[in-house]
């Protein structure tokens, strides 16, 4: 049976210990009363949430899907209930300011309750998970008579929303949307307008959780220069203000492949009311708040997959008796029969040991990316709020595509550990694998996210672009004092040295890459993928080392009583020791490149 336990004490190490956020909470205004132990509790009541409402939910979510008739869709059992659940938690609001009726507390915890609940139930989950997107985006661009439509409403759970972006045709090339929108005559602003076209692949573009939905869509004003220029973004309700419907139609939902408790929604606007978010033709920069937050869920998205796929791969592991340990540990008893479970085994224990560790590492990567997005909307000054910004926006395409790739890659591993059986689908694993496919996909594939993160947040920086950043420099210096700080202690001072050396080979690979791109602009688009997952693999022996680190200093003070800090050491050594090493396989490819050939005409 598949099933799910919160990691609470793994995130509290986290949260509390290794990124200290109580701390700066007390520093923050309006969070000064936010201490570790109500934090605690937020996070202990969302694992009740995530293991005892939605977990039982995911396996239902897969067997039924959704049904789509006459455009309407129905979830399946037990979702919409669940959504009440959720709501009446008060969960939607977390981390929305009070003003809308949220309660105001930090992306971090949102974060981590969002983590929980990809692991428990992915599919149920891509409905609420677009919502904190959306509010953002509204909340930073929508009219105050767009705002005071739906703000309140989207941060109660009243109503949920979708990002429309996608056509036939024009996928990730968003510069091809076709979509139109015509001003309504008689208002001058030229604030609303009829929108009239089709949008395909839009997750929760109708269900039975909410009486209402808000659709962010992506379309042409009659004035738009070509290309993604010329995008203006509009907020279109199902349900109009007067009550009546308005003329958006759901001509179907898609057979996939996983996640089949989310409706994959084709939407058809026929001259359907919308209001103009942000300027006109500015609408992607308005619409890049919304994908932004959604990747970095996506790569919550990945975590969650690999979290839980671990998870019921070692409670499986214990079970499962096959064969004999070749050399199985001193005071082992072997029980009755000659076989021994399958957890003793060489290749079963390297797995199981690569799950644990990447999730965990994955887990410090992806709060400490949350708690910069804190830093860029709280701090105090406003230099530290901009130089957080510029460290979200560097981390958020490898959040999403690293995440993502090893959540799938994860999965993947973890049914060899049920052989025959996990190819079943009543042990759930295979549904695992199917649901973490699309992560890499959706959201910007992690193809773009691999040209975004070395040509946009990289690159430029390396070259003297003016108004370019100085995120990755800092992101080096960090991964350096790290290094540095572990380095001082003996047992760990190979990997501290293991983690400095690398660390300045991938930034002298980056201004390698800088000056070679001018004569061969087509490199970095070559290496683009490797240099993500090479920054990926440092970043997880950052998070491996930091928390060996910790532990020992937790040991050392004599917090250790139950051996947890110790075997949160042993987790990390194994990552520094065994899974490190893959970042030399993608800095080789990045330093040599060769050209790519054509293909041949077909």
Same mark, same amino acid.
């Given at each position: 049976?598949?099933?799910?336990?919160?990691?609470?004490?793994?995130?509290?190490?986290?949260?509390?210990?290794?990124?200290?956020?109580?701390?700066?909470?007390?520093?923050?205004?309006?969070?000064?009363?936010?201490?570790?132990?109500?934090?605690?509790?937020?996070?202990?009541?969302?694992?009740?949430?995530?293991?005892?409402?939605?977990?039982?939910?995911?396996?239902?979510?897969? =067997?039924?899907?959704?049904?789509?008739?006459?455009?309407?869709?129905?979830?399946?059992?037990?979702?919409?209930?669940?959504?009440?659940?959720?709501?009446?938690?008060?969960?939607?609001?977390?981390?929305?300011?009070?003003?809308?009726?949220?309660?105001?507390?930090?992306?971090?915890?949102?974060?981590?309750?969002?983590?929980?609940?990809? =692991?428990?139930?992915?599919?149920?989950?891509?409905?609420?998970?677009?919502?904190?997107?959306?509010?953002?985006?509204?909340? %930073?661009?929508?009219?105050?008579?767009?705002?005071?439509?739906?703000?309140?409403?989207?941060?109660?759970? *009243?109503?949920?929303?979708?990002?429309?972006?996608?056509?036939?045709?024009?996928?990730?090339?968003?510069?091809?949307?076709?979509?139109?929108?015509?001003?309504?005559?008689?208002?001058?602003?030229?604030?609303?307008?009829?929108?009239?076209?089709?949008?395909?692949?839009?997750?929760?573009?109708?269900?039975?959780?909410?009486?209402?939905?808000?659709?962010?869509?992506?379309?042409?004003?009659?004035?738009?220069?070509?290309?993604?220029?010329? /995008?203006?973004?509009?907020?279109?309700?199902?349900?109009?203000?007067?009550?009546?419907?308005?003329?958006?139609?759901?001509?179907?939902?898609?057979?996939?492949?996983?996640?089949?408790? =989310?409706?994959?929604?084709?939407?058809?606007?026929?001259?359907?009311?919308?209001?103009?978010?942000?300027?006109?033709?500015?609408?992607?920069?308005?619409?890049?708040?919304?994908?932004?937050?959604?990747?970095?869920?996506?790569?919550?998205?990945?975590?969650?997959?690999?979290?839980?796929?671990?998870?019921?791969?070692?409670?499986?592991?214990?079970?499962?008796?096959?064969?004999?340990?070749?050399?199985?540990?001193?005071?082992?008893?072997?029980?009755?029969?000659? %076989?021994?479970?399958?957890? /003793?085994?060489?290749?079963?224990?390297?797995?199981?040991?690569?799950?644990?560790?990447?999730?965990?590492?994955?887990?410090?990567?992806?709060?400490?990316?949350?708690?910069?997005?804190?830093?860029?909307?709280?701090?105090?000054?406003?230099?530290?709020?901009?130089?957080?910004?510029?460290?979200?926006?560097?981390?958020?395409?490898?959040?999403?595509?690293?995440?993502?790739?090893?959540?799938?890659?994860?999965?993947?591993?973890?049914?060899?550990?049920?052989?025959?059986?996990?190819?079943?689908? *009543?042990?759930?694993?295979?549904?695992?694998?199917?649901?973490?496919?699309?992560?890499?996909?959706?959201?910007? =594939?992690?193809?773009?996210?691999?040209?975004?993160?070395?040509?946009?947040?990289?690159?430029?920086?390396?070259?003297?672009?003016?108004?370019?950043?100085?995120?990755?420099?800092?992101?080096?210096?960090?991964?350096?004092?790290?290094?540095?700080?572990?380095?001082?202690?003996?047992?760990?001072?190979?990997?501290?040295?293991?983690?400095? *050396?690398?660390?300045?080979?991938?930034?002298?690979?980056?201004?390698?890459?800088?000056?070679?791109?001018?004569?061969?602009?087509?490199?970095?688009?070559?290496?683009?993928?490797?240099?993500?997952?090479?920054?990926?693999?440092?970043?997880?022996?950052?998070?491996?080392?930091?928390?060996?680190?910790?532990?020992?200093?937790?040991?050392?003070?004599?917090?250790?009583?139950?051996?947890?800090?110790?075997?949160?050491?042993?987790?990390?050594?194994?990552?520094?020791?065994?899974?490190?090493?893959?970042?030399?396989?993608?800095?080789?490819?990045?330093?040599?490149?060769?050209?790519?050939?054509?293909?041949?005409?077909?």
């Amino acid at each position: 049976m598949w099933s799910y336990e919160p990691p609470l004490r793994d995130m509290q190490f986290v949260i509390e210990d290794l990124l200290d956020a109580p701390a700066q909470w007390a520093r923050t205004p309006g969070w000064q009363d936010l201490d570790a132990d109500t934090a605690r509790q937020i996070l202990a009541q969302a694992g009740e949430l995530a293991s005892g409402v939605l977990a039982p939910l995911n396996a239902v979510g897969d =067997s039924q899907g959704c049904e789509w008739s006459a455009g309407e869709v129905r979830t399946p059992a037990g979702f919409a209930q669940a959504y009440r659940t959720y709501c009446d938690g008060g969960w939607p609001g977390l981390a929305c300011v009070p003003e809308h009726g949220g309660q105001g507390l930090p992306q971090l915890l949102n974060v981590a309750l969002h983590e929980m609940l990809n =692991s428990a139930n992915p599919g149920w989950t891509m409905y609420p998970g677009l919502a904190h997107g959306a509010y953002e985006c509204l909340h %930073a661009h929508a009219s105050a008579e767009v705002q005071d439509m739906v703000l309140a409403r989207i941060v109660s759970g *009243e109503w949920l929303a979708t990002m429309c972006l996608t056509e036939a045709g024009a996928g990730s090339d968003l510069g091809q949307v076709r979509t139109r929108a015509r001003p309504v005559a008689d208002v001058a602003s030229g604030a609303r307008a009829h929108i009239a076209g089709s949008k395909i692949f839009i997750s929760g573009g109708e269900h039975d959780l909410t009486p209402n939905i808000v659709h962010l869509v992506l379309a042409r004003l009659p004035d738009a220069p070509p290309g993604s220029k010329g /995008l203006s973004l509009f907020m279109v309700p199902k349900i109009l203000p007067d009550g009546s419907r308005n003329a958006v139609r759901c001509d179907g939902i898609e057979k996939k492949m996983g996640i089949k408790g =989310s409706a994959t929604c084709v939407l058809t606007f026929e001259d359907a009311l919308g209001w103009r978010v942000g300027e006109a033709h500015g609408g992607l920069a308005a619409m890049f708040v919304m994908m932004n937050a959604s990747r970095l869920h996506v790569g919550l998205q990945g975590l969650g997959h690999l979290e839980a796929a671990g998870q019921n791969a070692l409670r499986y592991a214990r079970e499962r008796h096959q064969s004999r340990a070749a050399h199985p540990p001193p005071g082992y008893r072997r029980p009755p029969g000659g %076989a021994d479970p399958i957890v /003793l085994h060489p290749a079963m224990r390297r797995t199981l040991w690569t799950l644990k560790a990447q999730a965990e590492g994955l887990r410090v990567i992806a709060l400490w990316t949350a708690l910069g997005l804190d830093e860029a909307t709280c701090h105090p000054q406003a230099e530290e709020r901009s130089r957080a910004q510029a460290r979200v926006s560097l981390l958020t395409p490898i959040v999403k595509a690293f995440m993502t790739h090893l959540g799938h890659l994860g999965a993947d591993q973890a049914l060899q550990v049920w052989g025959g059986h996990g190819y079943m689908h *009543e042990y759930g694993i295979e549904q695992a694998v199917r649901d973490s496919r699309i992560a890499m996909i959706y959201e910007g =594939s992690n193809e773009i996210q691999a040209i975004d993160l070395l040509q946009r947040k990289v690159l430029p920086g390396l070259t003297g672009k003016p108004g370019s950043g100085s995120a990755w420099p800092e992101l080096i210096g960090t991964l350096l004092h790290e290094a540095g700080l572990a380095g001082a202690r003996p047992a760990l001072a190979a990997a501290a040295r293991q983690l400095a *050396e690398r660390t300045r080979a991938l930034d002298e690979a980056a201004y390698a890459l800088a000056g070679a791109s001018l004569a061969d602009p087509e490199r970095p688009l070559r290496v683009a993928d490797d240099f993500l997952h090479a920054t990926g693999h440092l970043l997880l022996a950052w998070a491996w080392l930091r928390s060996a680190r910790v532990a020992a200093e937790r040991i050392a003070a004599g917090a250790d009583d139950d051996g947890w800090h110790a075997a949160k050491a042993e987790t990390a050594g194994f990552g520094l020791d065994h899974l490190a090493l893959q970042f030399d396989a993608h800095l080789t490819r990045v330093m040599q490149a060769p050209a790519l050939p054509w293909l041949p005409a077909l």
